[in-house]
């Protein structure tokens, strides 16, 4: 099941730095976007996904290992309050909307940073897939049914495949 989550970051980085975490971030997100605000030693992130979130906290460890110290993980939900202006809002909590964030079918992750990384980050995010619940086909079906086809996640849409063999 999918779960909404703020991530803060606090620390001595920059813009640069912020697309780095985003970027890497988007292989356990199942949201449509991935949206974040920067201001100066800080950022947010907003995301859905279905990684649950003890492993997330255990991946953001890994990508923001020797970049950042300080990071707060939280599910979103009713009883987190945030206040901030009504422009940063709309923007940062509407994860439909693509308006030039991170859209999780558009990232170049081959880009970002070095390959031995990559690597490292591949087989810690296999290890938290292999724990995450398999969704069953009627599950499947009945979300395509529901809500279409578009509304299944990468993951979904991996393990639909799956099914179909």
């Known amino acids: 099941m999918k779960k909404k989550y703020l991530l803060t970051i606090l620390g001595d980085f920059d813009s640069e730095v912020c697309n780095l975490i985003a970027n890497e971030l988007t292989p356990i997100v199942d949201s449509p976007n991935l949206k974040y605000h920067y201001a100066q030693g800080s950022m947010l992130i907003h995301f859905e996904s279905e990684v649950d979130?003890?492993?997330?906290?255990?991946?953001?460890?890994?990508?923001?290992?020797?970049?950042?110290?300080?990071?707060?993980?939280?599910?979103?939900?009713?009883?987190?309050?945030?206040?901030?202006?009504?422009?940063?809002?709309?923007?940062?909590?509407?994860?439909?909307?693509?308006?030039?964030?991170i859209n999780n079918e558009e990232i170049d992750r081959d880009n970002s940073i070095e390959e031995e990384y990559h690597e490292n980050v591949a087989l810690l995010l296999e290890e938290i897939k292999s724990k995450v619940k398999k969704p069953s086909l009627d599950f499947l079906l009945e979300k395509i049914k529901s809500k279409g086809l578009s509304s299944l996640s990468d993951y979904e849409r991996d393990t639909l495949n799956e099914y179909s063999k």
Request: cysteine-free; charged content about 25%; overall charge negative.
């Open 53 to 101: 979130h003890i492993e997330i906290h255990e991946f953001i460890g890994v990508i923001t290992y020797g970049i950042i110290k300080i990071y707060v993980l939280v599910e979103l939900t009713d009883k987190v309050s945030v206040n901030m202006p009504k422009m940063y809002s709309d923007h940062l909590f509407n994860l439909e909307k693509n308006d030039n964030e």
